[in-house]
């Protein structure tokens, strides 16, 4: 079996260079690419961002109490 990084890694290598050969005949093709790659990014990071759960802060907190909870005081 192909490890899955290997097949990941070779699939972005061949992205990256058909677009350069595309670049090469279509230069306005490439930058709008560029721009709507880059937009998408920052979408996709700017949605992430907003998506954390209000919940997350009480589950630290309790794994923060069971955690002082379990551990024995010093010289026990």
Excluded: C, N, Y
């Excluded at 677009?19 to 090469?24: P, R, T």
């Excluded at 690419?33 to 920052?42: Q, T």
């Excluded at 907190?61 to 909870?69: A, C, D, I, P, V």
Aim: no cysteine; proline share 8%.
């Amino acid at each position: 079996m192909i490890p899955r990084w290997l097949v990941r890694s070779a699939v972005t290598v061949l992205a990256i260079l058909l677009f350069a050969f595309s670049a090469w005949e279509f230069p306005v093709l490439a930058v709008l690419v560029a721009v709507l790659g880059g937009l998408s990014g920052l979408l996709f990071l700017v949605t992430r961002a907003r998506r954390v759960s209000p919940l997350l802060h009480e589950e630290e907190r309790g794994k923060h109490e069971r955690f002082l909870r379990d551990v024995p005081p010093p010289g026990a």
